[in-house]
């Protein structure tokens, strides 16, 4: 429960000084921060696509720094192995008697950096469904709590499918967002060359904690949320169904499949996050509209009518906010 | 708590300004629709007149601006804004949905209530509701009123022939509305003038329908005058013949109780049956009630000299009534056919015109009378009308035989037969002289014939038992006061008898 009017304000410029912290690393990209910071502050894994290079793992890095966090980074591979994930039982010797010891595996960190997700077998991959949605791992008969706070970060490589698995709409929709990693402008370009060529680096200081994090979702969750904006991103993720008819027609021959409850939820959550970071004490229909496309985007399936069109979810997200009004 | 309550309360405030200011605008917006679709509604209905003949189109066309207002206000009320739509609407301007949210969470007391709250009021108090719901009905809208209000104009003010036949038929309508008040008023005052039965009052009324029927479908004026003069001719002639007829039935009606004292009872039953029947006929109610209570009185066994006093003076009364009806329609009385002194005199007879004469000449308006027949035998009767001729009425007079002295003297039998007058007709064609034939006036139907420019009567239909009635009680009458041998009054009765069978 929130305490004061203070306290809020506080939180608020912590945000924002987090930002400019990370800002200090990380070159432009203020919407990719933003969307991982609303994700973070509302218990949600993200998933970023993004070309080689963009530097997500640098904006993990700097987040997990800012934030004063433990991290971990999993690179997948083809012959990753779950055990590789989450960790094994060992056997050691202990007072003179062999005994099953579990060694925890990356998975056990604040924010675990999964690369290049779409390169591990399936296998391999389902091994952090446990962890993404229930926080813990379970090895043999044990169930073991992850740390908290607790947050996937996946990469994926949109062009190279040659050799990936990618994953399956069940796995996708444990992401409460997928960020778009977009090419850095020329002149953020150019201030990327001048800190990474140059050598030059600015020293990173810790502005929250893990404890400050899971004092911000307790926060969120009590953001008055109105009826009428309630019932507008409801009605957002209903219009997905191309099954229904009150949807618009484009749904209809653009999708395939649409958004699950859980997508509901993200923007439920995620547009609270919007509101606090934005400085007001209630949701507004502009969060709802900025959290819709990285939370609908991956939870749509499209049809064969969108790929022929060349009309991608984005676009489709896009005609969607257009033709449903607050 | 009172904090909160503050804090609701202005809350509540602002969005009920906000709200009033958006009902104002909702107002003038629905008024202004109602307006185009009632000045729309009233074009159209002036451009349908320019074809169509509507009378009074231009007031029609108004009046569909108020269903159209009323529809609008009735709208407005519908679609009128309350305090969460005012709030969304006041958040949609850039509030960011402070409004809303802290509307619906005014019974709460959690910090974040409150923060938002506070913010709410914040945000509010530097908000001008006037700069963001400015009360501008739509340039456009009015333009199109102004428009429409021209257009109405215009087409109000174009003549078309559509339009003035509109204005003649609502004349004929008016006009066909007072003439019919005015003959209503005319079958009234004959109902209450004249002593008509049940049945010739059906008949005027019939008359009278047929009459509203035609100024209905009246077109022009001159339908209307046609209908009223059809009317009027149609009820004066009928009501001519009605009053002869009751005059006539109550004169035989006076004829037979006359009779009475001198018939035996049999003879007198048959007598109180064709009363009765002449009493009804005549409309004579008295008359009618007196018959009855004397054949009670006869059944009994004896009829009293009160019973035919109170006949005598029934069968009076009625003539009295019958002639006076004459008088007041100014139809020359009958004199032939009874009088009022109380003497009974065989009724006179429609004998329609023993000569072809009694035209109406129509170069003689005046109708005076043509006097047909044998003066020294018959006495001029009834009265025949001639038909216009060229708009002009001539009236002529019908010849008429007077009792002659008969030949012979018979029973009442005749009428016995056939009281109602019903049954096989006899047609008498241009009756003379024949004193033995006994018409009477306004009995039996009448043929025209048309001579160019009036009517001639040329005979009359009389039942067949009226006829061998009448012969058989001038016979009696006559063998009672003539010297005819016993022996042959004995042959003559059974001959009346015989032919009476």
Redesign the interface.
């Known amino acids: 429960m929130l305490q004061d009017e203070n306290e809020l304000q506080n939180i608020i410029n912590s945000v924002n000084a987090c930002e400019a912290e990370i800002g200090k690393a990380i070159i432009g990209q203020k919407s990719v921060i933003r969307q991982v910071l609303l994700a973070l502050f509302t218990d949600g894994n993200v998933l970023l696509e993004g070309v080689p290079g963009l530097g997500k793992t640098e904006l993990v890095k700097t987040i997990t720094k800012v934030f004063d966090i433990s991290f971990s980074r999993i690179q997948f591979t083809p012959d990753l192995m779950p055990a590789d994930v989450t960790g094994t039982n060992l056997i050691v010797k202990e007072e003179g008697q062999n005994v099953f010891k579990f060694e925890q595996g990356p998975v056990f960190a604040n924010i675990v950096l999964a690369d290049e997700i779409n390169r591990a077998t399936p296998k391999t991959q389902s091994s952090l469904l446990e962890a993404m949605q229930e926080k813990t791992v379970t090895v043999g008969k044990k169930t073991y709590e992850l740390p908290k706070p607790y947050m996937v970060l996946a990469t994926q490589n949109p062009i190279e499918n040659e050799g990936t698995y990618p994953l399956p709409e069940a796995q996708l929709d444990r992401f409460l967002f997928k960020i778009q990693v977009d090419f850095p402008t020329i002149d953020e370009l150019k201030q990327i060359m001048h800190i990474t060529v140059t050598g030059h680096k600015n020293e990173l200081h810790p502005v929250m904690n893990g404890d400050d994090i899971i004092r911000i979702r307790e926060i969120i969750r009590d953001m008055p949320m109105a009826e009428a904006v309630e019932d507008y991103a409801l009605r957002l993720v209903t219009a997905t169904h191309p099954e229904l008819e009150t949807s618009p027609d484009f749904i209809k021959k653009y999708v395939s499949c649409g958004a699950s409850p859980r997508a509901a939820q993200a923007i439920f959550k995620t547009s609270k996050a919007r509101a606090l970071l934005e400085g007001r004490a209630n949701v507004a229909f502009e969060d709802v509209k900025a959290v819709a496309v990285p939370a609908l985007r991956h939870r749509l399936a499209t049809s064969f009518e969108a790929i022929a069109d060349n009309v991608g979810t984005d676009k489709i997200i896009d005609m969607l906010l257009k033709e449903i009004t607050p | 708590m009172q904090e909160r309550e503050n804090e609701t309360n202005r809350l509540l405030e602002f969005i009920d300004r906000v709200k009033k200011r958006l009902n104002l605008n909702l107002f003038a917006d629905m008024l202004i629709y109602g307006l185009i679709g009632g000045f729309a509604g009233w074009t159209a209905v002036n451009v349908f007149s320019l074809f169509v003949p509507v009378y009074n189109a231009e007031k029609y066309g108004a009046y569909l601006i108020i269903p159209c207002a009323i529809a609008a206000v009735v709208l407005f009320f519908l679609k009128r804004f309350g305090r969460r739509e005012a709030a969304?609407k006041a958040?949609?301007t850039g509030l960011?949905?402070?409004v809303?949210?802290?509307y619906?969470?005014r019974g709460k007391d959690?910090?974040?209530?409150r923060?938002?709250r506070?913010?709410?009021l914040r945000t509010i108090s530097r908000y001008d509701i006037k700069q963001n719901f400015p009360f501008r009905p739509g340039m456009k809208k009015i333009a199109v009123l102004l428009a429409l209000v021209l257009a109405v104009v215009t087409t109000m003010l174009i003549p078309s022939s559509a339009r003035a036949k509109a204005q003649t038929q609502h004349g004929v309508k008016v006009e066909a509305e007072k003439v019919k008040d005015k003959l209503e008023e005319k079958v009234k005052e004959l109902k209450d003038t004249y002593h008509l039965t049940e049945e010739q009052m059906k008949e005027l009324d019939e008359l009278l329908e047929q009459a509203k029927k035609e100024l209905k479908d009246a077109l022009t004026e001159e339908d209307l005058t046609r209908a009223e003069e059809r009317f009027a001719a149609k009820a004066d002639q009928k009501l001519k013949k009605d009053l002869e007829e009751n005059h006539a039935n109550a004169g035989e009606a006076q004829k037979n109780v006359s009779l009475l004292e001198k018939q035996t009872d049999s003879e007198k039953q048959a007598s109180l049956e064709a009363i009765k029947q002449q009493a009804e006929n005549a409309g004579n109610m008295e008359l009618k009630n007196a018959a009855e209570q004397a054949e009670r009185e006869l059944k009994d066994g004896q009829l009293s000299e009160e019973a035919l006093q109170n006949l005598r003076e029934a069968a009076q009364n009625g003539v009295q009534n019958a002639e006076q009806d004459l008088e007041n329609a100014g139809i020359k009385p009958n004199n032939g056919t009874s009088s009022s002194s109380g003497n009974p005199v065989p009724s006179g007879t429609v004998e329609p015109s023993g000569t072809p004469a009694p035209t109406g000449d129509p170069a003689d308006p005046s109708g005076a009378p043509s006097p047909t027949g044998d003066p020294s035998q018959g006495q001029q009767g009834q009265q025949g009308q001639g038909q216009q001729g060229q708009g002009q009425q001539g009236q002529g007079q019908q010849g008429q035989g007077q009792q002659g002295p008969g030949w012979n003297q018979g029973s009442d039998k005749g009428n016995e037969k056939d009281p109602s007058g019903k049954g096989e007709r006899v047609f008498v064609p241009n009756q003379k002289s024949d004193e033995t034939l006994h018409g009477k006036n306004g009995e039996g139907e009448e043929s025209q014939t048309q001579t160019g420019q009036s009517f001639t009567w040329e005979g009359n239909y009389v039942d067949y038992g009226t006829v061998i009635g009448d012969y058989t009680r001038k016979a009696y009458e006559d063998l009672n006061d003539t010297d005819v041998p016993p022996s042959m009054q004995e042959l003559i009765k059974d001959y009346f008898t015989e032919i009476n069978k």
């Not at chain 2, 959690?110 to 209530?113: L, M, R």
């Open positions: 969304l958040d949609l960011k949905e402070r809303t949210t802290a619906e969470n959690d910090t974040f209530s923060i938002q506070a913010d709410a």
